[in-house]
């Protein structure tokens, strides 16, 4: 019996010895307190003591870690022996923007004073940024692809805000030793996992709380949304966006579009394409699998807006949809709408617009705000 | 016996092309049974209302559009082929469908439309600024290699305007504008197509009707002078046929390449003969087959996506090209 009690102690000492003479990346562990990400897939946060590391997940390969960002407050001295990973300041106070998107987040951070530059400001639609880029408060540094490295330099920029695309850097920006945060939330599957990237902006920007409650009042606002759209009796069917070119760019099933709207109580045609791009699909299989849907919802950016004529003009078999004999047809005009800028924010309201069409008789009085009849 | 030979090769073209044919219409991306096929084509159909619409509304024309838009450009090849005395020439050679490209490219960056309608407006207005300047510079350029290359430069011009444009541009438009540079022959619906069908069918009339100068040009422009032909009105009646048929198909289908350049040469090595009076219709038959072919591949066989157009004509195309350059000195209308 002594002899077993001793076979089994003696490892289990030398394992506590070595566990003492642990590295200090693994002490930082024990101290460390991960931040609960609710929906986003797409970054982690822990909160040590003296840092918060930040890591992003590469979206087009789930397995790798595309960036790790460590933020430390700048009116604490620079701590010796941090991970591995982009340092950054925080709060970070002078940010160049690459899209209006990204823009629009930091509008409701109430940062807007800390952006500096921002590219292609003709798809800004926010007033204060587009007086700040008329007014020279805020410099147009041109084209996201390829934006003025010299006016970047010249700015004195702290971070950049970029969108990441599939097998492509950032150019000569990259090569500047300025920050770059990568924010790839259009990847994410979920719309509250969209959202929850300000939470992301917030620790950059010193705005933490503010970020945290903008996130939790739209999650609440959105799930009541989708608890009422439960009540639903029956779900109708709907078909997604228009055919280009030979083919028709089906949102998968699996997409954060795809998401909206069995959330808002609709039987989304397309709902068990997998993945999170969009399908390409013949013109005639979708004819053939959504001829007799019972909704048909697109988005388009034109100055003018659009009407039945206008849709049978542009390919005549459009007009053999049930939805549009039925003209049952709703569109989104994103030029003259504020979608892209409230997707990211305020999913709960683009959710109360799908709502609406599918279960008018759930909200009662409601005026949509993105999605709109056809015009006949 | 040769005219035994001609008929023989003429009718196993036209079963190739009927084949073919029928084929676009029988095979899609959504299987229908052979018998429903038929039964609507008869109009007895009572079946999947789908189904009808999928037949005659999307598959029908979109075969007609190929049979038109592939014989449209492959005689546009031949002639300009004949014209410049270069077996290279095609009918993206002058520039007309970098002018049909830069229209587009104006409308849908620029101007930020997305109508089809405007697509096709502004595609056949490019197309024909450009055909003006060629026949303008043909009225005061005499040779015709110096005529080849003004014709290069201009479309060198379009294609540099359509990088900045496309520089400047966002990503969804120049997605939108890239999609359209893929080419697509399902673009033209069944209301459409007879306006494509009457300028295409009249230009390949016109082509019909200028075989003779064709033929003359053939010996060279002063034995072509000496057997009466007016070598000026001609040059500029084929510039014109050509950039008429150019201007239509890439106006409705897109830019197509390859084919314009590579059938010729296709009906060259079936036929043995550059007379045009046997040429210009089995480029014509080779040219729909080519077209209708290039159509059915574009299905990926198997799954649920479509391959661009422009993807699959090069495919179809390319080793031709290769051969026809690798055996330049054996084929006889080389030498």
């Avoid at chain 1, 990568?182 to 996992?193: C, K, Q, R, T």
């Avoid at chain 2, 016996?1 to 084949?19: E, P, Q, S, V, W």
């Avoid at chain 2, 002063?222 to 239509?248: D, E, F, H, P, Q």
Wanted: proline share 5%.
């Amino acid at each position: 019996m002594t002899r077993i009690s001793l076979k089994v102690l003696v490892p289990l000492m030398a394992l506590t010895i070595c566990s003492c003479a642990s590295s200090p990346s693994q002490e930082d562990a024990a101290t460390s307190q991960p931040d609960s990400v609710l929906y986003a897939r797409g970054f982690q946060i822990r909160h040590f003591d003296e840092y918060t590391a930040v890591s992003l997940r590469d979206p087009w390969d789930t397995l790798k870690v595309r960036q790790t960002y460590i933020l430390v407050e700048k009116d604490r001295p620079l701590p010796e022996n941090l991970p591995e990973g982009i340092v950054v300041r925080t709060p970070v106070e002078r940010a160049i923007v690459y899209t209006s998107v990204h823009c629009a987040v930091l509008e409701q951070l109430a940062c807007s004073g800390k952006i500096i530059g921002v590219c292609e400001s003709e798809y800004i639609s926010s007033p204060e940024i587009l007086s700040g880029v008329a007014s020279g408060s805020i410099a147009d540094i041109g084209l996201s692809t390829a934006p003025d490295v010299e006016k970047i330099i010249d700015l004195g920029a702290e971070m950049i805000i970029a969108s990441p695309f599939q097998n492509s850097g950032y150019g000569a920006a990259e090569k500047l030793g300025i920050p770059i945060l990568e924010a790839a939330d259009y990847m994410e599957n979920h719309p509250l996992g969209r959202t929850e990237w300000c939470r992301l902006f917030g620790l950059f920007f010193g705005k933490r709380a503010e970020a945290d409650s903008i996130f939790h009042s739209t999650m609440n606002s959105y799930l009541e949304l989708k608890r009422l759209s439960c009540e639903a009796a029956e779900k109708p069917s709907v078909l997604l966006e228009l055919k280009y070119g030979s083919a028709w760019l089906v949102p998968s099933g699996e997409s954060y579009i795809g998401t909206f709207h069995r959330d808002a109580g609709g039987d989304y045609i397309f709902k068990d394409i997998t993945g999170s791009d969009n399908a390409v699909i013949p013109f005639e299989k979708v004819f053939d699998v959504a001829s007799d849907a019972d909704f048909w919802l697109f988005k388009y950016a034109s100055r003018s807006n659009i009407t039945y004529k206008d849709l049978e003009k542009e390919y005549q078999p459009y007009s053999n949809f049930r939805a549009f004999k039925e003209k049952k047809i709703y569109v989104c005009n994103t030029m003259h709408t504020s979608y892209y800028d409230d997707l990211t924010i305020h999913p709960d309201r683009i959710l109360e617009d799908f709502i609406f069409i599918y279960h008018p008789e759930l909200l009662p009085g409601y005026s949509p705000k993105y999605y709109f009849p056809l015009q006949q | 016996m040769n005219r035994r030979k001609n008929i023989t090769l003429y009718c196993a073209a036209g079963a190739f092309l009927l084949a073919l044919f029928l084929s676009n219409i029988f095979f899609g991306s959504v299987k229908i049974p052979l018998r429903d096929i038929l039964a609507i084509l008869s109009g007895n159909f009572e079946g999947r209302e789908s189904w009808r619409h999928i037949v005659l509304e999307t598959r029908l024309p979109q075969a007609v559009t190929a049979l038109l838009a592939g014989s449209s450009l492959a005689v546009s090849g031949l002639m300009l082929q004949t014209l410049f005395k270069n077996p290279l020439a095609g009918p993206s050679i002058l520039g007309i469908s970098d002018g049909a490209n830069l229209g587009v490219a104006v409308s849908m960056i620029y101007f930020a439309t997305t109508s089809y309608i405007t697509t096709i407006a502004t595609a056949f207005a490019g197309a024909a600024v450009v055909l003006a300047l060629i026949l303008w510079f043909s009225s005061k350029l005499k040779n015709n290699v110096m005529l080849l290359i003004v014709g290069i430069m201009m479309g060198y011009l379009a294609s540099s305007v359509i990088s900045i444009l496309n520089f400047k541009a966002s990503s969804d438009k120049v997605h939108q504008y890239v999609l359209w540079g893929m080419g697509d022959f399902g673009n033209v619906s069944i209301e459409k197509l007879p306006y494509f069908a009457i300028i295409a069918i009249a230009g390949l009339i016109a082509a019909v009707l200028l075989i003779k100068p064709l033929n003359a040009l053939l010996l060279g422009e002063s034995y072509a002078s000496n057997l009466g032909v007016n070598i000026k009105r001609s040059r500029l009646m084929i510039l014109g046929c050509t950039g008429l048929l150019t201007a239509t198909a890439t106006a409705f289908c897109g830019p197509i390449s390859f084919i314009g350049l590579a059938v010729p040469h296709i009906a060259r090595l079936v036929l043995g003969s550059s007379n045009h009076q046997q040429l210009l219709p089995v480029t014509l038959i080779t040219g729909s087959c080519i077209a209708l072919l290039c159509n059915m591949l574009t299905l990926l066989p198997g799954s649920n996506g479509v391959l661009p157009l422009s993807a699959i004509t090069p495919i179809v195309c390319a080793p031709v090209i290769i051969y026809v350059i690798l055996n330049r000195k054996n084929i006889q209308y080389f030498n």
